[in-house]
Nanobody, 122 residues
């Protein structure tokens, strides 16, 4: 199993940047597919970005070119660099880990973090 702890959220103006972190605490070593999902008030949880065990990444169309997902295996930390933020990016962002590939279109994962809030003002 793995405990996920997100951090780095906050309030910024449109056009600003934030870098989210997801620390991973494991009882035993395991390979996981990692990802970021978000949920805004009144909306369903949606996929933002995923990264496979081989380093391959996938992004939601709405964030392509603005967000970058990366994993530092030495630090057991997942990152989400968010640039050119828009008000529609406002949501609770969740880190996800799963032994099987995550899908952006399906907000399902074996493990979830508690979330970190991102608020973007216009």
């Amino acid at each position: 199993q793995v405990l996920l702890v997100e951090s780095g959220g906050g309030s910024v103006q449109a056009g600003g940047s934030l870098r989210l972190s997801c620390a991973q605490y494991r009882d035993t070593y395991s390979n996981y597919y990692m990802g970021w999902f978000r949920q805004a008030p009144g909306k369903k949880r949606e996929g933002v970005a995923t990264i496979d065990t081989d380093g391959s990444t996938d992004y939601a169309h709405s964030v392509k070119g603005r967000f970058t997902i990366s994993q530092d295996n030495a630090k057991n930390t997942l990152y989400l660099q968010m640039n050119s933020l828009k008000p529609e990016d406002t949501a609770m962002y969740y880190c996800a880990a799963d032994p099987f590939p995550l899908r952006l279109r399906v907000a399902e994962s074996r493990y979830w973090g508690q979330g970190t809030q991102v608020t973007v003002s216009s």
